[in-house]
């Protein structure tokens, strides 16, 4: 099993639509975790850190839960702008180390 | 956030050949990674590039082949070394500072390399 899953989709939306990715990790006694954007040919910007409380920024929200070892993203309201892909980030245990999932594409049409 | 200036952006190379990466942040920071991605992939680590000593790597990668300095705490180096094919890919430095208690992890804008 991989340490960090991403489905890799792409996922097609329409503009205005609301679209969730999840992402699943191994590590029980990972502690910090995030979301990233990635977009094509660029380098990878934090999006938001994800609270084991849940936390919203915009229209951008992040959950965990740590008992099904999952975290996940939702977006409200899609962008065209929001086309790119998402990292799911876990930090390893006991380390500085991130641990990347393969990122899920995101595509909204017009 | 810290402002992370990698060069070069990108590169064409011969097989065989060495290539150095440069990676310089505007302000002091602890920690320092060298990442690689490969098309169409996630990102892998390839090492922390520790002030004033050696490298720590990752599985799977060694210092003969991505030998790293770390002269100061703005400042490192990754070099690709007897490049070959399987070698072109997107190399990105990091810098970890923290923000409201969590490690944060701020990424150069990579220098993709082509081995011919």
């Known amino acids: 099993r991989k340490e960090v899953e991403q489905d890799p989709g792409p996922f097609n939306v329409p503009e205005g639509a609301t679209v969730a990715f999840n992402c699943t990790y191994s590590?029980?006694?990972?502690?910090?975790f995030f979301w990233y954007r990635q977009d094509c040919r660029k380098e990878p910007k934090l999006l938001m850190s994800?609270?084991?409380s849940g936390n919203e920024d915009g229209r951008f929200t992040a959950q965990l839960n740590r008992a099904s070892q999952y975290i996940s993203l939702l977006i409200r309201d899609s962008k065209l702008s929001d086309s790119a892909t998402y990292l799911c980030?876990?930090?390893?245990?006991?380390?500085?180390?991130?641990?990347f999932g393969t990122g899920t594409r995101l595509k909204v049409l017009a | 956030s810290a402002v992370i200036s990698q060069k070069p952006s990108r590169d064409i190379c011969q097989r065989g050949t060495s290539l150095t990466i440069q990676c310089q942040v505007d302000?002091?920071?602890?920690?320092m990674f060298w990442y690689r991605q490969q098309p169409g992939q996630s990102l892998t680590l390839i090492a922390t590039?520790?002030?004033?000593?050696?490298?720590?790597?990752e599985s799977g990668f060694v210092i003969d082949k991505f030998p790293i300095s770390r002269p100061n705490l703005t400042f490192s180096t990754l070099t690709v070394s007897n490049m070959s094919p399987e070698d072109s890919s997107i190399y990105l430095c990091?810098?970890?500072?923290?923000?409201?208690?969590?490690?944060?992890?701020?990424f150069g804008a990579g220098t993709r390399l082509s081995v011919l």
């Open positions: 590039a520790n002030q004033g000593s050696e490298a720590t790597y």
């Open positions: 994800v609270y084991s």
């Open positions: 980030v876990v930090n390893e245990a006991g380390t500085y180390k991130y641990i």
């Open positions: 590590n029980s006694a990972s502690q910090s």
């Open positions: 990091s810098v970890m500072t923290q923000l409201t208690a969590k490690n944060i992890q701020y």
């Open positions: 302000s002091q920071v602890t920690m």
